[in-house]
């Protein structure tokens, strides 16, 4: 759908169907448990005399500049964790529909999603354990990050379709920098109240553990439904309507 065709309504739905990369992608990390190496500031750093940091940030830089050769972030919808030195993209330039209002689309808080994920998310859903498979634990990590990064970041698609439906409705907070009055108006509990129980039925669908005999999984899950409910409640959603915020905030610019 082109983007000057976009609705709350086909934002919304795509909201929803990435529901479905969050909770898979929760559930391949949950397959590993924590491997602290892989967030080591000195397990790399020893043995890579070219790079400081952790094995996750250093899978995710040279991840990205591998994507951003391929093109990936011309696409608005695209963040990267580490946009400073991104190589250019090396294929045909597509003309992607601009949508977002420009001098608010530049808006990423990735950083803050890369320090939530590290530091609060993962002992939420994650074993404790060392199995070696680092690697493969950063490469799970990337996949969250990156869904819950394209997710959080359409909180800017949801903002500019319902400005657009209602300017009058938030402008004088635009005008006035009124943060908690933007927040009011871009909350409705009964709909989060209702993602909170979508997102855990899929959790319960998707990661249920399957067996032949007649008590089915005896109540089994690859990740707890009740920790993916609170991940979107305590931090997707409100880490979303940060990202309104902001953009609204941008929007008369």
Not at 104 to 113: E, F, L, P, Q, V
Request: glycine share 4%; net charge neutral; charged share 25%.
């Amino acid at each position: 759908m082109a983007r000057n065709c976009l609705t709350l309504e086909s934002v919304r739905h795509s909201l929803i169907r990435q529901e479905d990369s969050i909770i898979f992608g929760l559930i391949e990390r949950a397959h590993f448990p924590i491997n602290f190496p892989t967030y080591s500031q000195s397990y790399v750093s020893n043995s890579l005399h070219t790079f400081s940091g952790p094995l996750l940030r250093f899978v995710v830089k040279e991840t990205e500049a591998l994507l951003a050769k391929a093109g990936r972030y011309a696409n608005p919808e695209e963040h990267p964790f580490f946009p400073e030195d991104l190589p250019p993209s090396v294929v045909p330039p597509h003309n992607f529909e601009k949508f977002l209002h420009p001098p608010a689309a530049s808006i990423n808080i990735n950083k803050d999603i890369w320090d939530t994920y590290i530091n609060k998310l993962l002992q939420l859903f994650v074993t404790p354990g060392d199995d070696g498979n680092y690697a493969s634990t950063a490469a799970s990590d990337l996949l969250c990050l990156q869904a819950l990064s394209r997710r959080i970041h359409y909180g800017k698609l949801v903002a500019e379709v319902k400005f657009r439906e209602s300017p009058q409705e938030y402008e004088p907070a635009i005008r006035a920098k009124d943060r908690d009055t933007l927040m009011k108006l871009l909350t409705f509990e009964k709909v989060e109240e209702a993602v909170m129980k979508r997102v855990a039925k899929k959790a319960m669908m998707f990661g249920q553990e399957v067996t032949l005999n007649k008590d089915g999984n005896d109540g089994k899950y690859k990740v707890d439904p009740s920790v993916v409910s609170r991940l979107y409640g305590d931090w997707i959603m409100p880490l979303t309507k940060h990202v309104e915020v902001e953009y609204l905030l941008r929007r008369l610019d």
